[in-house]
């Protein structure tokens, strides 16, 4: 991803940035496929077009250019050509939004003007279902990028519009990231998850790229990695270079190891207490049989887990639902409706869907892994 660094965080024409990726696919030894295109219906042209090697891929355009989960197998279902030859693909993912024109202002620094529909109605706190959902991922992880953007000083005016599509964009990516941690390719693959804006002014549209996920698919382990600006609007820094817009932050230019979502949830869940479970009479039952088990070295069944799960989803359900993410057995993007610090209602509400989801998965679970998780949601 280094070697991509360097392309984020600069405005450019599309072939600029094709040819960048080409050359970034043929030093992994990869054949670069277009997978998927999300944008927002304003930015849906400038994506629409073929891309490299020649074949578009399956857009998608919704308001305010939000991942669905599940939108990646649906593009490897409807878009992916078989795999053919010994070089695995280089799977293309661009997530753009729509950024506004930009321009100098009286004192010759960049301006932009207004955002892109839906993000212009999430700046403006209206009430419509697509803005609830942009709310909630501006506010996820328990961190509130919104407040950056509509409080005080802390983006300067001008720069709201550029900033608030460029961190929703990252955002979006970060679920399509999730996503693919959860997903199984039918064969080796790279996978690219591009973000950034499309730009329109009067000489026509231009690419911002703002930063990348890899994750490689080819078996060898590698771990997920990032490149590009973060996801706090507060820290970006727009700028003009050669007549084109700039934007960084302490991170741009350098690529990192992805965040690891398992090992954060584990340390949310650590600086939760977990309550006396053993108020509860069935759940000291179960206990009970915890303890016995253990010592006699015998396994648990789905059928008992399942029961847990149910009565934790009355007395701990944040914790039991932290558990599961941090155990690998939840979905990875469940991670994002459970931080925040306190036990809120909401935060109950989320952790008690999650449960209810996933209990389907402990049937899959063998009997070692299944006892071993009895046994952590109940000892303490």
């Given amino acids: 991803m280094q070697e991509l660094a360097s392309v984020f965080g600069r405005e450019q024409g599309a072939e600029s940035l094709d040819a960048a990726l080409a050359a970034w696919a043929r030093r992994q030894g990869a054949s670069p496929v277009e997978l998927l295109a999300l944008a927002c219906c304003e930015a849906a042209a400038g994506l629409s077009r073929p891309g490299l090697g020649g074949r578009a891929p399956l857009l998608l355009a919704n308001h305010g250019c939000r991942y669905e989960f599940g939108s990646i197998l649906l593009a490897e279902q409807e878009a992916a050509p078989p795999c053919s030859g010994a070089a695995p693909p280089a799977l293309l993912v661009r997530i753009f939004g729509h950024g506004p024109a930009l321009a ?51 983006v300067p005016a001008a720069a709201r519009p550029l900033f ?25 693959a790279l996978y690219l998850i591009l973000h950034g804006v499309v730009l329109r002014g009067p000489a026509g549209a231009s690419l911002l790229p703002c930063g990348g996920y890899l994750l490689d698919r080819r078996g060898n382990g590698a771990p997920g990695r990032y490149a590009g600006l973060g996801d706090d609007p507060a820290r970006y820094r727009l700028s003009r270079e050669g007549g084109r817009a700039a934007v960084a932050d302490e991170g741009n230019g350098v690529a990192r190891a992805m965040t690891d979502y398992r090992r954060w949830a584990g340390q949310e869940r650590a600086a939760l207490a977990w309550p006396d479970l053993a108020r509860d009479e069935r759940l000291r039952r179960f206990i009970d049989l915890a303890r016995a088990r253990g010592a006699r070295a015998e396994r648990s069944s789905a059928a008992d887990l399942k029961v847990v799960l149910r009565l934790l989803a009355q007395e701990a359900p944040v914790q039991a639902a932290l558990l599961l993410c941090e155990e690998g057995i939840a979905a990875p993007r469940h991670v994002l409706d459970l931080a925040g610090g306190a036990v809120t209602a909401a935060r109950v509400r989320a952790a008690r869907e999650i449960l209810r989801a996933t209990e389907p998965r402990l049937d899959e679970l063998d009997e070692d892994r299944g006892s071993a998780l009895f046994r952590a949601l109940l000892l303490r």
């Fill in 104 to 154: 100098e202002d009286a004192a010759g620094a960049a301006a932009a003007g207004r955002p892109c529909a839906a993000l212009r109605a999430l700046l403006e706190g209206r009430s419509l279902p697509f803005v609830a959902e942009l709310a909630r991922v501006f506010r996820s992880l328990g961190v509130d990028r919104l407040a950056a953007l509509v409080d005080g000083g802390a």
């Fill in 164 to 188: 608030a599509a460029i961190a929703n964009a990252r955002l979006q990516a970060r679920s399509a990231c999730l996503d693919l941690l959860e997903h199984r390719p039918s064969a080796p």
